[in-house]
T-cell receptor, first 114, second 112 residues
Framework: GENVEQHPSTLSVQEGDSAVIKCTYSDSASNYFPWYKQELGKRPQLIIDIRSNVGEKKDQRIAVTLNKTAKHFSLHITETQPEDSAVYFCAAGPSGAGSYQLTFGKGTKLSVIP | DAGVIQSPRHEVTEMGQEVTLRCKPISGHNSLFWYRQTMMRGLELLIYFNNNVPIDDSGMPEDRFSAKMPNASFSTLKIQPSEPRDSAVYFC??????????FGPGTRLTVL
């Protein structure tokens, strides 16, 4: 089965700096890579996702990059703000009809220091 | 839309008691997932339903766990008898056609 490793487990940055979270996966059949943000006591919420037919995707201050050859993908948050403080999870799995299995990383606790 | 609804939000019970967690998926979503989240193991898929039919229950820890989806708008996860190691946050998620899963607010279960 799929195995997803996520680093670092904790990350502290100054407000305004950038934050980068990295994930590696093992199954070359995976082609869907979502990122979820979970605030304390709240539900995980999708913030961005990428599929294997693209190498990079941006949404305002958030970007995700994917290297299928190396089997790793990363989340980049620029100009961090205190409200970005949360636990971020990466996940990997197949995409398309009949697909459902998402394997999640263990999470990264991001703290943005004002 | 209210999103995925779960109840109760918090449950405290004693070892040996039966626990039932409930989930109402988003209307129109045909896939439903139950996950368990712990510090040690992260988010683990317990069971996956498609069109109310259980497709993959390989993540259900043992026979003490069971899940049902009697119709498109309701699912339950039952633990009987409960044990302290079952203490975790249990999430339900639903999905329309496509890949994105939408999570409910979770049920925090504490078994004493």
């Amino acid at each position: 089965g799929e195995n997803v490793e996520q680093h670092p487990s904790t990350l502290s940055v100054q407000e305004g700096d950038s934050a980068v979270i990295k994930c590696t996966y093992s199954d070359s059949a995976s082609n869907y890579f979502p990122w979820y943000k979970q605030e304390l006591g709240k539900r995980p919420q999708l913030i961005i996702d990428i599929r294997s037919n693209v190498g990079e995707k941006k949404d305002q201050r958030i970007a995700v990059t994917l290297n299928k050859t190396a089997k790793h993908f990363s989340l980049h948050i620029t100009e961090t703000q205190p409200e970005d403080s949360a636990v971020y999870f990466c996940a990997a799995g197949p995409s398309g009809a009949g697909s459902y299995q998402l394997t999640f990383g263990k999470g990264t606790k991001l703290s943005v220091i004002p | 839309d209210a999103g995925v609804i779960q109840s109760p939000r918090h449950e405290v019970t004693e070892m040996g008691q039966e626990v039932t967690l409930r989930c109402k998926p988003i209307s129109g979503h045909n896939s439903l997932f139950w996950y368990r989240q712990t510090m040690m193991r992260g988010l683990e898929l317990l069971i996956y339903f498609n069109n109310n039919v259980p497709i993959d229950d390989s993540g259900m820890p043992e026979d003490r766990f069971s899940a049902k989806m009697p119709n498109a708008s309701f699912s339950t996860l039952k633990i009987q008898p409960s044990e302290p190691r079952d203490s975790a946050v249990y999430f339900c998620a639903s999905r329309p056609q496509g890949d994105t899963q939408y999570f409910g607010p979770g049920t925090r279960l504490t078994v004493l």
